[in-house]
């Protein structure tokens, strides 16, 4: 079965400073992974997505992802922080293509930015 | 392009009371799918329709959630009787039949079970 798990339930960093959230996957077989944002009292938006191409993956609003594949790691970044960067990201693991093409989400991290 | 709708937005109810909330998925997606969110947790996958068809409903609870999809467009989803720990933010996602890697998600309707 696939799941991710996302390291730190909460992560500040100051504006202007450089962003990392984490995430480590765990599937039997190559994943597609996924980060989505959602900022309060709205839905998730899909920031970027990783489906056997590329391994660094460039997405919206400057962030960026790459897969790890020895590491089972699939970590977002961020160059520099703005301060309407911050909201709650999750990362998600899905086998589409197979008979199971759900989407399983991380319990997700929520990122503050200080001035 | 109008994106997906959902409504209430909010909803109060006491336990052992039943609820519905209703979603319109993006003009021609096929797939629409009914996530719960509980707080501090990512949303789980509840029921997943193609069309007016259901595809995967294996974690939805039967015995007190159903959703239905009658032509194949907009879709309900309802609690009879609610529990307490149906307190949740129900989202509702739609995505085009042939990419279902990249899915829309409506605003949520936030329930609190008293």
């Known amino acids: 079965a696939q799941s991710v798990t996302q390291l730190g339930s909460h992560v500040s960093v100051s504006e202007g400073a450089l962003v990392l959230l984490r995430c480590n996957y765990s599937s039997s077989v190559p994943p597609y992974l996924f980060w989505y944002v959602q900022y309060p009292n709205q839905g998730l938006q899909l920031l970027l997505k990783?489906?056997?191409?590329?391994?660094l993956v460039k997405g919206i609003n400057g962030f960026e992802a790459e897969f790890k594949k020895s590491e089972t790691s699939f970590h977002l970044t961020k160059p520099s922080a703005h301060m309407s960067d911050a909201a709650e990201y999750f990362c998600a693991v899905s086998l589409f293509g197979s008979s199971a093409s759900k989407i399983i989400f991380g319990s997700g991290t929520r990122l503050s930015i200080r001035p | 392009e109008a994106g997906v709708a959902q409504s209430p937005r909010y909803k109060i109810i006491e336990k052992r009371q039943s609820v519905a909330f209703w979603c319109n998925p993006i003009s021609g997606h096929a797939t629409l799918y009914w996530y719960q969110q509980i707080l501090g947790q990512g949303p789980k996958l509840l029921i997943q329709?193609?069309?007016?068809?259901?595809?995967?409903d294996s974690q939805l609870p039967k015995d007190r959630f159903s959703a239905e999809r009658l032509k194949g467009v907009d879709s309900t989803l309802k609690i009879q009787p609610a529990k307490l720990e149906d307190s949740a933010v129900y989202l509702c996602?739609?995505?085009?039949?042939?990419?279902?890697?990249?899915?829309?998600f409506g605003p949520g309707t936030r329930l609190l079970v008293l």
């Open positions: 329709f193609q069309n007016n068809g259901v595809v995967d």
């Open positions: 990783y489906t056997s191409a590329a391994t």
């Open positions: 996602a739609s995505s085009l039949a042939g990419d279902p890697e990249t899915q829309y």
